[in-house]
C-alpha cells in the first residue's frame, strides 16, 4: 500500500471509530501518526512531533485561561450586561452585532482567528447568560470573521491578491471581498433563521441535546398568548439591565489586559495566545485571587483532540496525499469539473488545516488551469476562496477550536459533534454554492 492511501484509509479509520467509541479523536490522531508515520512513510518521531500545532496550542490555552480569569473576578459578567444595555435588550439583534463586530476587525487587517479569539469568549459567555443558543452565536462570530477576512488591507485578501498578480491573472480586489461578504452574510442569515434566532429562541438545559446544541432544546414556538408576554418580559428586562455600577480595580485591570491584547494581536500582528498568556500572567501576579482556578477552565480535551488531528494531518501533507488527490482532480479534462473539485479540496483540507496555508497552495495549483481561459479567472478566485475559508466552522481549525473551547454549560463532547456536523454539512454544500454562484455565471 503507497503511503499516499494508508494515510488517508487512516484518516477515515480515526473518523470511524471515534464516532462509535468514547474516544478522543486527537489521542488517535497522535496515535495513527505515529503507527502510519513510522510504517508506511518512513518519519521520525521528530519529523511527527514537528506538524505539532504548537501556536495554535498556545492560542487556545492563552486564551482560555486569561478569560477564565477575567470569568472568575467578574469582567466578563460587567462586560455582558454593558453589552445588553446597549442593544437595549433586542436579544435577536445581538448575533448580529458579534457578526459585524468579527467582521470589522478582520476587514481592517486582523487575522481571522485572531478576532475569533477576542470576540468569541465574550460572545458565548453572552450567550450563556442570557439564553442564545451557542451554536448561533458561534458561527455568527466565525462568519463575521470570514465575511470580512477578504478586503484589499486583509490577510487572506493580501495573499490571494498577491497570487494572482504574481501568476498575470486578472482579478478585482473589490469583488472578491465583496463576494465572500455576502456569500457568509447568506449563509449566517441561513443559520440565524433555522436555528431560531429571529424569534428569540430560548434555551433550558435539559441533558438530552438536540440539533440545535448538545444538551440543550430549542423553544421556537411562536410567541402567542403566554410566549409572547413571556418574551416581552424578558426583553424588558434586558433593556433595563445596567452594569453593576463602576468596574472595581481588578476589573479595570482585567479590561486594560483585553484591550492591550486586542491592539498588540490587531494593530501590531503580535502572535495572539502568547500576548494572551502574557497578559494572563501579569493578571495572575497582580490580582492573584481573581486567577485561582482559572487553569481548569482550559478546555484540555478540546487541546488534546485538535492538536492530535492536525499533527496527523500533517503526516498526510508529509506523504503527499493532499498534492496526490489535488494533482488526479487537476489532469480530468472537463473544465467546469475541474473548477468544483478544485473548490472542494480547498474546503475539504481547510476544513483541517490552514485556511492561510490552504490558500497558497490551491491557488497556484489552480493558475496553469486557469490560464486556459476555459472558466472566468475572478469568478474562480473568488470561489476558491470562499471554499476555502467557509469551513472554518470546523472544530479542528482554530476558530472552530476556539469556539468549542469557550463555550459555557454545555456538553463539550456533545457540542463538539455538533459543531462537527453543522460543519460537515457547510464543507458539503459551501464550495458547491460557491462554484454555483462564482464560477457558472461567467461560464454561461
Same mark, same amino acid.
Given at each position: 500500500?503507497?503511503?499516499?492511501?494508508?494515510?488517508?484509509?487512516?484518516?477515515?479509520?480515526?473518523? *470511524?471509530?471515534?464516532?462509535?467509541?468514547?474516544?478522543? #479523536?486527537?489521542?488517535?490522531?497522535?496515535?495513527?501518526?505515529?503507527?502510519?508515520? /513510522?510504517?508506511?512513510?518512513?518519519?521520525?518521531?521528530?519529523?511527527?512531533?514537528?506538524?505539532?500545532?504548537?501556536?495554535?496550542?498556545? /492560542?487556545? =490555552?492563552?486564551?482560555?485561561?486569561?478569560?477564565?480569569?477575567?470569568?472568575?473576578?467578574?469582567?466578563?459578567?460587567?462586560?455582558?450586561?454593558?453589552?445588553? $444595555?446597549?442593544?437595549?435588550? $433586542?436579544?435577536?439583534?445581538?448575533?448580529? *452585532? #458579534?457578526?459585524?463586530?468579527?467582521?470589522?476587525?478582520?476587514?481592517?487587517?486582523?487575522?481571522?482567528?485572531?478576532?475569533?479569539? !477576542?470576540? &468569541?469568549? !465574550?460572545?458565548?459567555?453572552?450567550?450563556?447568560?442570557?439564553?442564545?443558543?451557542?451554536?448561533?452565536?458561534?458561527?455568527?462570530?466565525?462568519?463575521?470573521?470570514?465575511?470580512?477576512?477578504?478586503?484589499?488591507?486583509?490577510?487572506?485578501?493580501?495573499?490571494?491578491?498577491?497570487?494572482?498578480?504574481?501568476?498575470?491573472?486578472?482579478?478585482?480586489?473589490?469583488?472578491?471581498?465583496?463576494?465572500?461578504?455576502?456569500?457568509?452574510?447568506?449563509?449566517?442569515?441561513?443559520?440565524?433563521? *433555522?436555528?431560531?434566532?429571529? $424569534?428569540?429562541? $430560548?434555551?433550558?438545559?435539559?441533558?438530552?441535546?438536540?440539533?440545535?446544541?448538545?444538551?440543550?432544546?430549542?423553544?421556537?414556538?411562536?410567541? @402567542?398568548?403566554?410566549?409572547?408576554?413571556?418574551?416581552?418580559?424578558?426583553?424588558?428586562?434586558?433593556?433595563?439591565?445596567?452594569?453593576?455600577?463602576?468596574?472595581?480595580?481588578?476589573?479595570?485591570?482585567?479590561?486594560?489586559?483585553?484591550?492591550?491584547?486586542?491592539?498588540?494581536?490587531? =494593530?501590531?500582528?503580535?502572535?495572539? @495566545?502568547?500576548?494572551?498568556? +502574557?497578559? &494572563?500572567?501579569?493578571?495572575?501576579?497582580? +490580582?492573584?485571587?481573581?486567577?485561582?482556578?482559572?487553569?481548569?477552565?482550559?478546555?484540555?480535551?478540546?487541546?488534546?483532540?485538535?492538536?492530535?488531528?492536525? /499533527?496527523?494531518?500533517?503526516?498526510?501533507?508529509?506523504? @503527499?496525499?493532499?498534492?496526490?488527490?489535488?494533482?488526479?482532480?487537476?489532469?480530468?479534462?472537463?473544465?467546469?469539473?475541474?473548477?468544483?473539485? %478544485?473548490?472542494?479540496?480547498?474546503?475539504?483540507?481547510?476544513?483541517?488545516?490552514?485556511?492561510?496555508?490552504? %490558500?497558497?497552495?490551491? !491557488?497556484?495549483?489552480?493558475?496553469?488551469?486557469?490560464?486556459?481561459?476555459?472558466?472566468?479567472?475572478?469568478?474562480?478566485?473568488? &470561489?476558491?476562496?470562499?471554499?476555502?475559508?467557509? =469551513?472554518?466552522?470546523?472544530?479542528?481549525?482554530?476558530?472552530?477550536?476556539?469556539?468549542?473551547?469557550?463555550?459555557?454549560?454545555?456538553?463539550?463532547?456533545?457540542?463538539?459533534?455538533?459543531?462537527?456536523?453543522?460543519?460537515?454539512? !457547510?464543507?458539503?454544500?459551501?464550495?458547491?454554492?460557491?462554484?454555483?454562484?462564482?464560477?457558472?455565471?461567467?461560464?454561461?
Amino acid at each position: 500500500m503507497s503511503a499516499q492511501m494508508a494515510t488517508i484509509l487512516g484518516l477515515g479509520v480515526m473518523f *470511524v471509530i471515534a464516532t462509535a467509541l468514547p474516544i478522543n #479523536m486527537g489521542a488517535l490522531g497522535f496515535a495513527f501518526a505515529f503507527l502510519i508515520g /513510522t510504517i508506511f512513510v518512513g518519519m521520525s518521531a521528530n519529523d511527527i512531533l514537528g506538524g505539532f500545532p504548537g501556536d495554535l496550542f498556545v /492560542t487556545l =490555552v492563552g486564551i482560555t485561561y486569561l478569560f477564565g480569569i477575567a470569568q472568575n473576578n467578574g469582567t466578563v459578567d460587567w462586560l455582558v450586561q454593558a453589552c445588553v $444595555r446597549a442593544v437595549r435588550g $433586542r436579544i435577536s439583534a445581538i448575533p448580529w *452585532v #458579534m457578526f459585524g463586530v468579527a467582521a470589522l476587525l478582520t476587514s481592517i487587517g486582523a487575522v481571522s482567528p485572531a478576532a475569533v479569539a !477576542i470576540i &468569541a469568549p !465574550i460572545a458565548l459567555r453572552f450567550a450563556m447568560q442570557y439564553a442564545i443558543n451557542p451554536l448561533l452565536m458561534g458561527i455568527m462570530v466565525i462568519h463575521g470573521a470570514q465575511g470580512g477576512g477578504f478586503s484589499p488591507i486583509s490577510i487572506y485578501g493580501g495573499i490571494t491578491n498577491q497570487v494572482v498578480e504574481r501568476a498575470g491573472l486578472p482579478g478585482n480586489e473589490m469583488s472578491l471581498f465583496l463576494a465572500s461578504l455576502i456569500f457568509n452574510l447568506a449563509i449566517a442569515a441561513i443559520a440565524f433563521f *433555522v436555528l431560531g434566532g429571529h $424569534r428569540g429562541a $430560548r434555551i433550558a438545559a435539559n441533558g438530552n441535546g438536540s440539533a440545535f446544541g448538545p444538551g440543550v432544546s430549542v423553544d421556537i414556538r411562536g410567541h @402567542g398568548g403566554h410566549e409572547a408576554a413571556d418574551l416581552h418580559d424578558r426583553t424588558r428586562e434586558l433593556a433595563e439591565v445596567q452594569p453593576s455600577g463602576r468596574p472595581d480595580m481588578e476589573q479595570t485591570l482585567t479590561m486594560i489586559g483585553l484591550g492591550s491584547l486586542a491592539v498588540l494581536a490587531l =494593530v501590531f500582528s503580535l502572535n495572539v @495566545g502568547l500576548v494572551a498568556m +502574557c497578559v &494572563a500572567v501579569v493578571l495572575a501576579l497582580v +490580582c492573584p485571587r481573581g486567577q485561582k482556578g482559572a487553569i481548569d477552565k482550559v478546555a484540555w480535551s478540546t487541546v488534546l483532540l485538535i492538536a492530535g488531528v492536525i /499533527t496527523y494531518v500533517g503526516v498526510l501533507e508529509e506523504a @503527499g496525499a493532499i498534492d496526490y488527490v489535488a494533482n488526479g482532480v487537476a489532469s480530468l479534462a472537463v473544465p467546469l469539473l475541474v473548477a468544483l473539485l %478544485l473548490c472542494y479540496i480547498g474546503g475539504i483540507v481547510s476544513a483541517f488545516a490552514s485556511s492561510v496555508g490552504v %490558500l497558497g497552495a490551491t !491557488i497556484p495549483l489552480a493558475v496553469p488551469f486557469l490560464m486556459t481561459g476555459d472558466v472566468g479567472t475572478p469568478g474562480m478566485i473568488a &470561489a476558491l476562496a470562499v471554499s476555502s475559508t467557509i =469551513v472554518d466552522v470546523s472544530p479542528f481549525s482554530t476558530n472552530g477550536a476556539l469556539v468549542v473551547a469557550n463555550a459555557q454549560n454545555v456538553d463539550k463532547d456533545r457540542f463538539f459533534r455538533t459543531l462537527l456536523i453543522y460543519s460537515a454539512l !457547510i464543507v458539503a454544500a459551501g464550495p458547491l454554492l460557491a462554484w454555483a454562484a462564482f464560477v457558472l455565471p461567467g461560464w454561461m
